[in-house]
């Protein structure tokens, strides 16, 4: 990050701070936490992207499994298996989010 100091005139100038180049081993070294803490962050936003599109995916099947029931109350077990299954796969894909390295 620069510095701003006034220069006598009307404009500012920057002042660059004053760094020494880094070897590429030892800026590596400094690099590696900071992207872990991107990468792991991109990771839990995405997690709660996905469980929040299976609550609101499982909540429209809930809805429809109940309107279906209501009509045909002989298939009803198998609308409610269906919404049953959809929960464990989305289950499974979402337990597999954190196992990800």
Do not use: K
């Amino acid at each position: 990050m620069t510095d701003v100091v006034p220069s006598g005139r009307a404009e500012l100038t920057p002042l660059a701070p004053a760094r020494r180049r880094l070897s590429r081993a030892v800026q590596a070294e400094v690099d590696t936490p900071t992207i872990d803490g991107l990468v792991a962050a991109s990771r839990v936003q995405a997690a709660a992207y996905v469980v929040g599109d299976a609550m609101a995916r499982a909540s429209m099947l809930g809805a429809l499994e109940a309107r279906l029931a209501a009509s045909d109350p002989v298939a009803a077990d198998r609308y409610a298996s269906l919404v049953q299954d959809y929960m464990e796969v989305a289950h499974v894909a979402i337990r597999r989010l954190g196992v990800q390295r």
